[in-house]
Protein backbone atom coordinates (compact mmCIF):
# COMPACT_ATOMS: atom_id res chain seq x y z
CA UNK A 1 0.00 0.00 0.00
CA UNK A 2 1.15 3.13 -1.22
CA UNK A 3 1.01 6.05 2.17
CA UNK A 4 2.10 9.03 -0.16
CA UNK A 5 4.32 9.81 2.57
CA UNK A 6 8.46 9.16 2.78
CA UNK A 7 9.92 8.37 5.56
CA UNK A 8 11.27 11.67 6.15
CA UNK A 9 12.05 11.40 10.07
CA UNK A 10 15.78 11.68 11.15
CA UNK A 11 17.71 9.99 14.07
CA UNK A 12 16.71 13.02 16.45
CA UNK A 13 13.45 12.27 16.28
CA UNK A 14 11.53 11.36 19.48
CA UNK A 15 11.05 7.12 20.47
CA UNK A 16 7.88 6.43 20.86
CA UNK A 17 5.73 3.99 22.39
CA UNK A 18 1.69 2.62 22.11
CA UNK A 19 0.74 1.29 24.76
CA UNK A 20 -2.46 -1.20 24.12
CA UNK A 21 -2.32 -2.75 21.04
CA UNK A 22 -6.23 -2.83 20.43
CA UNK A 23 -7.87 -1.29 17.23
CA UNK A 24 -6.47 1.81 17.93
CA UNK A 25 -3.18 1.27 19.50
CA UNK A 26 -1.93 -1.21 16.57
CA UNK A 27 -3.08 1.47 13.86
CA UNK A 28 -1.26 4.04 15.27
CA UNK A 29 1.76 2.06 16.37
CA UNK A 30 1.91 0.32 12.65
CA UNK A 31 1.28 4.30 10.66
CA UNK A 32 3.69 5.88 13.09
CA UNK A 33 6.56 3.16 12.12
CA UNK A 34 5.78 3.44 8.89
CA UNK A 35 6.42 6.83 8.82
CA UNK A 36 9.65 6.78 9.93
CA UNK A 37 10.04 6.24 13.83
CA UNK A 38 10.98 4.12 16.25
CA UNK A 39 8.31 2.46 18.09
CA UNK A 40 7.90 -0.36 20.73
CA UNK A 41 4.18 -1.65 20.89
CA UNK A 42 3.06 -2.93 23.94
CA UNK A 43 0.49 -5.28 25.38
CA UNK A 44 -0.44 -7.08 28.67
CA UNK A 45 -1.81 -9.87 25.80
CA UNK A 46 1.07 -11.91 25.11
CA UNK A 47 -0.80 -13.53 22.43
CA UNK A 48 -1.32 -10.66 20.57
CA UNK A 49 2.28 -9.38 20.75
CA UNK A 50 2.99 -12.61 19.08
CA UNK A 51 1.21 -11.99 16.83
CA UNK A 52 1.91 -8.78 15.78
CA UNK A 53 5.22 -9.59 15.93
CA UNK A 54 4.98 -12.42 13.46
CA UNK A 55 3.07 -9.20 11.23
CA UNK A 56 -0.51 -11.10 11.67
CA UNK A 57 -2.69 -8.63 12.42
CA UNK A 58 -5.62 -9.68 15.48
CA UNK A 59 -8.08 -8.27 13.64
CA UNK A 60 -9.77 -6.81 10.03
CA UNK A 61 -8.56 -4.02 8.80
CA UNK A 62 -7.90 -3.14 5.08
CA UNK A 63 -4.60 -2.25 4.11
CA UNK A 64 -3.06 -2.30 7.42
CA UNK A 65 -1.89 -5.88 7.32
CA UNK A 66 0.46 -5.00 4.31
CA UNK A 67 1.55 -1.48 6.44
CA UNK A 68 2.42 -4.12 9.73
CA UNK A 69 4.86 -6.21 6.99
CA UNK A 70 6.32 -3.01 6.11
CA UNK A 71 6.65 -1.69 9.34
CA UNK A 72 8.56 -4.76 10.62
CA UNK A 73 10.98 -5.38 7.48
CA UNK A 74 11.94 -1.87 8.19
CA UNK A 75 13.20 -2.64 11.59
CA UNK A 76 11.74 0.33 13.51
CA UNK A 77 8.53 -1.89 14.85
CA UNK A 78 8.84 -4.30 18.00
CA UNK A 79 6.62 -5.33 20.36
CA UNK A 80 6.90 -5.98 24.07
CA UNK A 81 4.53 -7.12 27.27
CA UNK A 82 6.87 -5.21 29.52
CA UNK A 83 5.87 -1.64 29.53
CA UNK A 84 9.39 -1.69 32.14
CA UNK A 85 11.08 -1.75 28.82
CA UNK A 86 8.82 1.15 27.20
CA UNK A 87 10.06 3.47 29.61
CA UNK A 88 13.47 2.35 29.04
CA UNK A 89 12.67 2.89 24.94
CA UNK A 90 10.01 6.14 25.02
CA UNK A 91 10.59 9.75 24.84
CA UNK A 92 6.66 9.96 24.09
CA UNK A 93 4.15 6.97 25.25
CA UNK A 94 0.93 7.07 23.53
CA UNK A 95 -1.59 5.06 25.92
CA UNK A 96 -4.33 3.89 23.93
CA UNK A 97 -5.91 1.11 26.08
CA UNK A 98 -9.69 0.62 25.99
CA UNK A 99 -12.34 2.43 28.16
CA UNK A 100 -15.47 0.13 27.87
CA UNK A 101 -18.68 0.55 29.56
CA UNK A 102 -18.58 -0.53 32.90
CA UNK A 103 -20.81 -3.54 33.96
CA UNK A 104 -23.90 -2.52 35.04
CA UNK A 105 -23.40 1.00 34.71
CA UNK A 106 -23.35 3.90 32.12
CA UNK A 107 -19.47 4.99 33.18
CA UNK A 108 -16.46 4.25 31.61
CA UNK A 109 -14.08 1.67 32.65
CA UNK A 110 -11.33 3.97 33.58
CA UNK A 111 -8.89 0.43 35.36
CA UNK A 112 -6.98 -0.21 32.17
CA UNK A 113 -6.19 3.55 31.40
CA UNK A 114 -5.33 4.25 35.32
CA UNK A 115 -3.02 0.99 35.27
CA UNK A 116 -1.08 1.47 32.52
CA UNK A 117 -0.20 4.90 33.82
CA UNK A 118 0.49 4.02 37.16
CA UNK A 119 2.79 1.05 36.12
CA UNK A 120 4.79 3.11 33.41
CA UNK A 121 4.92 6.12 35.38
CA UNK A 122 6.53 3.90 38.19
CA UNK A 123 9.38 3.00 35.68
CA UNK A 124 9.85 6.07 33.92
CA UNK A 125 13.44 7.64 34.99
CA UNK A 126 14.00 10.49 32.32
CA UNK A 127 12.08 13.34 31.10
CA UNK A 128 8.84 11.98 28.89
CA UNK A 129 5.35 13.02 27.68
CA UNK A 130 2.77 10.47 28.42
CA UNK A 131 -0.30 11.08 26.02
CA UNK A 132 -3.14 9.83 26.20
CA UNK A 133 -5.56 8.93 23.11
CA UNK A 134 -8.48 6.29 25.10
CA UNK A 135 -11.99 7.90 24.88
CA UNK A 136 -12.22 9.33 28.37
CA UNK A 137 -14.58 10.68 30.60
CA UNK A 138 -13.73 14.84 30.65
CA UNK A 139 -11.34 15.44 33.84
CA UNK A 140 -9.39 11.89 33.64
CA UNK A 141 -6.42 13.51 32.32
CA UNK A 142 -6.20 15.60 35.53
CA UNK A 143 -6.76 12.71 37.74
CA UNK A 144 -4.16 10.73 35.37
CA UNK A 145 -1.79 13.12 36.30
CA UNK A 146 -2.16 13.34 40.17
CA UNK A 147 -1.16 9.29 39.99
CA UNK A 148 1.80 9.69 37.59
CA UNK A 149 3.23 12.84 39.20
CA UNK A 150 2.51 10.90 42.63
CA UNK A 151 4.21 7.80 41.58
CA UNK A 152 7.37 8.27 39.19
CA UNK A 153 10.73 8.55 40.07
CA UNK A 154 11.05 11.29 37.55
CA UNK A 155 8.77 13.81 39.08
CA UNK A 156 7.77 16.69 37.21
CA UNK A 157 9.42 15.87 34.22
CA UNK A 158 6.77 13.36 33.36
CA UNK A 159 3.94 15.37 31.71
CA UNK A 160 0.72 14.28 30.27
CA UNK A 161 -1.16 14.89 27.50
CA UNK A 162 -4.32 14.25 25.90
CA UNK A 163 -4.62 13.85 21.80
CA UNK A 164 -8.28 12.02 21.10
CA UNK A 165 -8.55 9.18 18.38
CA UNK A 166 -11.22 10.12 15.64
CA UNK A 167 -10.41 7.23 13.59
CA UNK A 168 -13.21 4.70 11.78
CA UNK A 169 -12.72 1.24 11.31
CA UNK A 170 -12.29 0.68 7.87
CA UNK A 171 -10.86 3.35 7.31
CA UNK A 172 -8.11 3.41 10.51
CA UNK A 173 -4.48 3.72 8.01
CA UNK A 174 -6.26 6.79 6.17
CA UNK A 175 -8.32 8.41 9.48
CA UNK A 176 -4.41 8.08 10.99
CA UNK A 177 -2.50 9.56 8.00
CA UNK A 178 -4.71 12.30 7.07
CA UNK A 179 -6.59 13.23 9.87
CA UNK A 180 -9.55 15.51 9.66
CA UNK A 181 -7.73 17.20 12.69
CA UNK A 182 -5.29 16.97 15.02
CA UNK A 183 -6.26 17.87 18.68
CA UNK A 184 -3.24 18.73 21.02
CA UNK A 185 -4.44 18.95 24.89
CA UNK A 186 -1.48 20.13 26.81
CA UNK A 187 -0.32 21.96 29.82
CA UNK A 188 2.58 23.58 28.69
CA UNK A 189 4.55 24.47 25.69
CA UNK A 190 7.15 21.81 25.82
CA UNK A 191 4.52 18.95 25.34
CA UNK A 192 3.00 21.23 22.17
CA UNK A 193 6.33 21.36 20.61
CA UNK A 194 6.45 17.73 21.37
CA UNK A 195 3.72 16.29 19.94
CA UNK A 196 4.14 19.20 17.04
CA UNK A 197 7.68 17.00 16.28
CA UNK A 198 5.88 13.07 16.56
CA UNK A 199 3.41 14.32 14.09
CA UNK A 200 5.58 16.04 11.92
CA UNK A 201 4.45 13.90 8.98
CA UNK A 202 0.78 14.34 9.19
CA UNK A 203 0.91 18.29 9.95
CA UNK A 204 3.07 18.59 6.30
CA UNK A 205 0.70 16.96 5.02
CA UNK A 206 -2.25 19.09 5.47
CA UNK A 207 -3.75 18.33 8.76
CA UNK A 208 -4.85 21.52 10.70
CA UNK A 209 -4.05 21.23 14.48
CA UNK A 210 -6.16 22.95 17.18
CA UNK A 211 -4.19 23.20 20.25
CA UNK A 212 -6.05 23.56 23.66
CA UNK A 213 -6.21 22.37 27.52
CA UNK A 214 -6.59 18.43 28.70
CA UNK A 215 -10.07 18.84 29.64
CA UNK A 216 -10.85 20.43 26.02
CA UNK A 217 -9.16 17.42 24.09
CA UNK A 218 -10.90 15.02 26.16
CA UNK A 219 -14.77 16.40 25.63
CA UNK A 220 -13.97 17.24 21.79
CA UNK A 221 -14.27 13.05 21.57
CA UNK A 222 -17.46 12.64 23.12
CA UNK A 223 -18.79 15.46 21.99
CA UNK A 224 -17.80 14.85 18.33
CA UNK A 225 -19.39 11.22 18.81
CA UNK A 226 -22.40 12.72 20.55
CA UNK A 227 -23.14 14.67 17.74
CA UNK A 228 -22.63 12.26 15.13
CA UNK A 229 -24.95 9.91 17.11
CA UNK A 230 -27.42 12.59 17.30
CA UNK A 231 -27.55 12.81 13.82
CA UNK A 232 -27.79 9.36 13.13
CA UNK A 233 -30.77 8.97 15.67
CA UNK A 234 -32.56 11.78 14.21
CA UNK A 235 -32.82 11.24 10.71
CA UNK A 236 -34.09 7.79 12.45
CA UNK A 237 -37.09 9.11 14.31
CA UNK A 238 -38.06 11.20 11.44
CA UNK A 239 -38.57 7.10 10.20
CA UNK A 240 -40.10 6.75 12.96
CA UNK A 241 -42.59 9.30 11.80
CA UNK A 242 -42.37 8.81 8.05
CA UNK A 243 -43.91 5.22 8.73
CA UNK A 244 -47.04 6.17 10.79
CA UNK A 245 -47.99 8.88 7.81
CA UNK A 246 -46.46 6.74 4.98
CA UNK A 247 -43.50 9.39 3.50
CA UNK A 248 -40.81 8.25 2.70
CA UNK A 249 -37.61 8.78 4.99
CA UNK A 250 -35.05 7.86 2.25
CA UNK A 251 -35.85 10.61 0.00
CA UNK A 252 -36.79 13.27 3.10
CA UNK A 253 -32.68 12.52 3.89
CA UNK A 254 -31.95 13.18 0.32
CA UNK A 255 -34.20 15.96 0.78
CA UNK A 256 -32.38 17.20 4.43
CA UNK A 257 -28.53 16.41 3.44
CA UNK A 258 -28.42 19.14 0.18
CA UNK A 259 -28.85 21.63 2.87
CA UNK A 260 -25.32 22.66 3.58
CA UNK A 261 -25.86 23.41 6.62
CA UNK A 262 -27.15 20.37 7.70
CA UNK A 263 -24.92 17.68 5.36
CA UNK A 264 -25.77 14.42 4.07
CA UNK A 265 -22.82 12.42 5.83
CA UNK A 266 -24.20 10.33 8.99
CA UNK A 267 -27.75 11.12 7.99
CA UNK A 268 -28.22 7.39 6.62
CA UNK A 269 -31.76 6.14 8.39
CA UNK A 270 -31.59 2.45 8.75
CA UNK A 271 -31.07 -0.06 11.71
CA UNK A 272 -28.68 2.43 13.11
CA UNK A 273 -25.43 2.75 15.02
CA UNK A 274 -23.71 -0.04 16.97
CA UNK A 275 -19.84 -0.78 17.40
CA UNK A 276 -17.27 -0.35 20.21
CA UNK A 277 -17.53 3.29 20.41
CA UNK A 278 -20.72 5.49 19.77
CA UNK A 279 -23.28 3.39 21.98
CA UNK A 280 -20.76 3.08 24.83
CA UNK A 281 -19.21 6.66 24.45
CA UNK A 282 -23.15 8.21 24.66
CA UNK A 283 -23.68 6.48 27.73
CA UNK A 284 -20.57 7.64 29.26
CA UNK A 285 -20.97 11.12 28.55
CA UNK A 286 -24.67 10.83 30.37
CA UNK A 287 -23.02 9.59 33.18
CA UNK A 288 -19.74 12.24 33.61
CA UNK A 289 -22.58 14.99 33.15
CA UNK A 290 -24.38 13.68 35.98
CA UNK A 291 -21.60 13.47 37.50
CA UNK A 292 -20.59 16.98 37.19
CA UNK A 293 -24.05 17.66 38.02
CA UNK A 294 -25.26 19.14 34.11
CA UNK A 295 -27.20 16.09 33.45
CA UNK A 296 -29.85 17.63 31.90
CA UNK A 297 -27.32 18.70 29.21
CA UNK A 298 -27.43 15.62 27.80
CA UNK A 299 -30.51 14.15 28.47
CA UNK A 300 -31.29 14.14 24.79
CA UNK A 301 -28.63 11.55 24.48
CA UNK A 302 -31.13 9.50 26.43
CA UNK A 303 -33.17 9.60 23.56
CA UNK A 304 -30.88 9.30 21.18
CA UNK A 305 -29.86 5.61 22.38
CA UNK A 306 -33.41 4.90 23.09
CA UNK A 307 -34.33 5.48 19.41
CA UNK A 308 -31.81 3.60 18.33
CA UNK A 309 -32.61 0.42 20.02
CA UNK A 310 -35.96 0.66 18.93
CA UNK A 311 -34.85 0.50 15.33
CA UNK A 312 -34.01 -3.03 16.05
CA UNK A 313 -37.20 -3.89 17.33
CA UNK A 314 -39.10 -2.31 14.21
CA UNK A 315 -36.82 -4.20 11.97
CA UNK A 316 -37.72 -7.41 13.82
CA UNK A 317 -41.42 -6.35 13.83
CA UNK A 318 -41.24 -5.57 9.94
CA UNK A 319 -39.89 -9.40 9.35
CA UNK A 320 -42.67 -11.01 11.43
CA UNK A 321 -45.55 -8.74 9.34
CA UNK A 322 -43.70 -9.73 6.09
CA UNK A 323 -44.04 -13.26 7.20
CA UNK A 324 -47.55 -12.83 8.15
CA UNK A 325 -47.48 -12.28 11.56
CA UNK A 326 -45.70 -14.96 13.49
CA UNK A 327 -41.96 -15.79 13.74
CA UNK A 328 -42.17 -20.00 14.49
CA UNK A 329 -40.38 -21.91 12.08
CA UNK A 330 -39.58 -19.13 9.07
CA UNK A 331 -36.15 -19.26 7.23
CA UNK A 332 -34.37 -16.11 7.31
CA UNK A 333 -31.19 -15.26 5.64
CA UNK A 334 -29.52 -12.71 7.06
CA UNK A 335 -27.11 -11.02 5.32
CA UNK A 336 -24.61 -9.41 7.67
CA UNK A 337 -22.97 -9.45 11.16
CA UNK A 338 -20.52 -6.73 11.25
CA UNK A 339 -21.90 -3.30 13.14
CA UNK A 340 -21.08 -1.65 9.60
CA UNK A 341 -19.22 -3.04 6.46
CA UNK A 342 -15.57 -3.14 5.72
CA UNK A 343 -15.28 -4.39 9.80
CA UNK A 344 -15.14 -7.78 11.35
CA UNK A 345 -16.60 -5.86 14.93
CA UNK A 346 -19.59 -7.15 16.15
CA UNK A 347 -19.27 -4.94 19.01
CA UNK A 348 -22.76 -3.79 20.00
CA UNK A 349 -23.43 -4.57 16.12
CA UNK A 350 -27.16 -4.00 15.57
CA UNK A 351 -27.16 -6.73 12.82
CA UNK A 352 -26.35 -9.68 14.95
CA UNK A 353 -28.61 -8.29 17.68
CA UNK A 354 -31.41 -8.74 14.98
CA UNK A 355 -30.19 -11.90 13.67
CA UNK A 356 -30.58 -13.39 17.67
CA UNK A 357 -34.44 -11.28 18.21
CA UNK A 358 -35.38 -13.09 15.24
CA UNK A 359 -34.19 -16.32 16.34
CA UNK A 360 -35.47 -16.29 19.58
CA UNK A 361 -38.73 -15.26 18.54
CA UNK A 362 -38.54 -19.02 16.80
CA UNK A 363 -37.13 -17.82 13.48
CA UNK A 364 -34.48 -20.45 11.94
CA UNK A 365 -31.71 -18.09 11.57
CA UNK A 366 -29.36 -18.36 8.81
CA UNK A 367 -26.37 -15.97 9.05
CA UNK A 368 -23.46 -15.09 5.89
CA UNK A 369 -21.22 -11.96 6.50
CA UNK A 370 -17.74 -12.15 4.29
CA UNK A 371 -15.54 -10.90 7.33
CA UNK A 372 -17.26 -11.20 10.86
CA UNK A 373 -18.57 -14.81 10.50
CA UNK A 374 -16.11 -16.24 12.65
CA UNK A 375 -16.37 -13.87 15.38
CA UNK A 376 -20.28 -13.74 15.31
CA UNK A 377 -20.22 -17.85 15.69
CA UNK A 378 -18.36 -17.54 18.64
CA UNK A 379 -20.38 -14.74 20.32
CA UNK A 380 -23.46 -16.16 19.07
CA UNK A 381 -23.26 -20.16 18.88
CA UNK A 382 -27.10 -20.50 18.54
CA UNK A 383 -26.98 -19.10 15.14
CA UNK A 384 -26.58 -21.39 12.29
CA UNK A 385 -24.05 -20.11 9.78
CA UNK A 386 -23.64 -20.45 5.88
CA UNK A 387 -20.99 -19.92 3.40
CA UNK A 388 -22.54 -17.19 0.72
CA UNK A 389 -25.42 -14.71 0.66
CA UNK A 390 -26.90 -17.41 -1.76
CA UNK A 391 -26.16 -20.29 0.68
CA UNK A 392 -28.33 -18.70 3.57
CA UNK A 393 -31.00 -17.40 1.33
CA UNK A 394 -31.49 -21.18 -0.40
CA UNK A 395 -35.15 -22.10 0.69
CA UNK A 396 -35.35 -18.46 3.17
CA UNK A 397 -39.18 -17.26 3.46
CA UNK A 398 -37.46 -13.73 4.04
CA UNK A 399 -33.97 -12.25 3.22
CA UNK A 400 -32.67 -9.58 5.85
CA UNK A 401 -29.71 -6.94 4.51
CA UNK A 402 -27.98 -6.28 8.02
CA UNK A 403 -24.99 -5.10 6.98
CA UNK A 404 -24.46 -2.96 4.07
CA UNK A 405 -21.11 -4.69 2.13
CA UNK A 406 -20.57 -4.11 -1.49
CA UNK A 407 -21.25 -7.89 -1.84
CA UNK A 408 -24.67 -7.84 -1.03
CA UNK A 409 -25.53 -4.26 -2.59
CA UNK A 410 -24.27 -5.45 -6.04
CA UNK A 411 -26.31 -9.29 -5.77
CA UNK A 412 -28.83 -9.62 -8.61
CA UNK A 413 -32.11 -9.65 -7.31
CA UNK A 414 -33.08 -12.11 -10.53
CA UNK A 415 -30.51 -14.63 -9.56
CA UNK A 416 -31.53 -14.38 -5.83
CA UNK A 417 -35.34 -15.01 -6.58
CA UNK A 418 -33.89 -18.21 -8.15
CA UNK A 419 -33.19 -19.87 -4.91
CA UNK A 420 -35.35 -18.61 -2.33
CA UNK A 421 -38.40 -20.29 -1.00
CA UNK A 422 -40.26 -17.02 -0.99
CA UNK A 423 -38.87 -13.93 -2.67
CA UNK A 424 -39.19 -11.19 0.35
CA UNK A 425 -36.61 -8.93 1.49
CA UNK A 426 -36.20 -6.55 3.98
CA UNK A 427 -33.34 -3.80 3.64
CA UNK A 428 -32.27 -3.15 7.04
CA UNK A 429 -29.82 -0.24 4.95
CA UNK A 430 -31.53 1.13 2.84
CA UNK A 431 -28.67 0.01 0.38
CA UNK A 432 -30.72 -1.51 -2.50
CA UNK A 433 -32.65 -0.04 -4.96
CA UNK A 434 -36.14 -0.82 -4.67
CA UNK A 435 -37.46 -0.13 -8.39
CA UNK A 436 -34.53 -2.75 -9.09
CA UNK A 437 -35.82 -5.48 -6.45
CA UNK A 438 -39.72 -4.84 -6.79
CA UNK A 439 -39.03 -5.70 -11.04
CA UNK A 440 -37.37 -8.74 -10.33
CA UNK A 441 -40.81 -9.79 -8.49
CA UNK A 442 -39.73 -9.60 -4.50
CA UNK A 443 -41.70 -8.02 -2.38
CA UNK A 444 -39.27 -5.14 -0.87
CA UNK A 445 -39.53 -3.59 2.45
CA UNK A 446 -37.20 -1.06 4.09
CA UNK A 447 -37.99 0.66 7.78
CA UNK A 448 -39.66 4.51 6.91
CA UNK A 449 -40.36 3.66 3.24
CA UNK A 450 -43.71 2.68 2.22
C1 LIG B 1 -16.94 6.11 15.26
C2 LIG B 1 -16.57 7.58 14.91
O1 LIG B 1 -17.01 7.88 13.58
C3 LIG B 1 -15.07 7.77 15.01
O2 LIG B 1 -14.73 9.11 14.75
C4 LIG B 1 -14.63 7.37 16.40
O3 LIG B 1 -13.23 7.47 16.51
C5 LIG B 1 -15.07 5.95 16.74
O4 LIG B 1 -16.47 5.82 16.56
P1 LIG B 1 -16.81 3.76 14.00
O5 LIG B 1 -17.38 3.16 15.25
O6 LIG B 1 -15.67 3.10 13.33
O7 LIG B 1 -16.34 5.27 14.28
O8 LIG B 1 -18.02 3.81 12.95
P2 LIG B 1 -18.82 4.91 12.14
O9 LIG B 1 -18.40 4.89 10.73
O10 LIG B 1 -18.86 6.20 12.84
O11 LIG B 1 -20.29 4.26 12.20
C6 LIG B 1 -20.93 4.05 13.45
C7 LIG B 1 -22.26 3.36 13.27
O12 LIG B 1 -23.22 4.26 12.74
C8 LIG B 1 -22.26 2.15 12.35
O13 LIG B 1 -23.03 1.13 12.97
C9 LIG B 1 -22.93 2.67 11.09
O14 LIG B 1 -23.58 1.64 10.40
C10 LIG B 1 -23.91 3.67 11.67
N1 LIG B 1 -24.29 4.75 10.73
C11 LIG B 1 -23.36 5.62 10.26
C12 LIG B 1 -25.63 4.90 10.37
O15 LIG B 1 -26.50 4.13 10.79
N2 LIG B 1 -25.98 5.92 9.53
C13 LIG B 1 -25.07 6.80 9.04
O16 LIG B 1 -25.47 7.69 8.29
C14 LIG B 1 -23.72 6.65 9.42
Given at each position: MDTGFTEAVDATAPKLTVIGTGYLGATHAVCMAVLGYQVLGVDIDPHKIERLAAGDMPFFEPGLPELLVKALDSGRLTFTTSLDEAADFGDVHFLCVGTPQLAGSY???LRHVEAAVTTLARSVRRRALIVGKSTVPVGTAARLADLMRAVSPAGDSVELAWNPEFLREGFAVDDTMRPDRLVFGVSSRWAEQRLREVFAPVIDQGSPVLVTDPRTAELVKVAANGFLATKISYINAMAEVCEASGADVHDLAAALGLDDRI?????RPGLGFGGGCLPKDIRAFMHRAEELGVGQAVTFLREVDGINQRRRGRMVDLVRELAGGDLRGVRVAALGAAF?????DIRDSPALDVASALHQAGARVRVFDPVAIDNARRACPALEYGDSAFDVATGADVVVLLTEWTQFREIDPAALRTVVAKPRIVDGRHALDPARWREAGWEYRALGRP
Open positions: AADGRRFLKPNSD
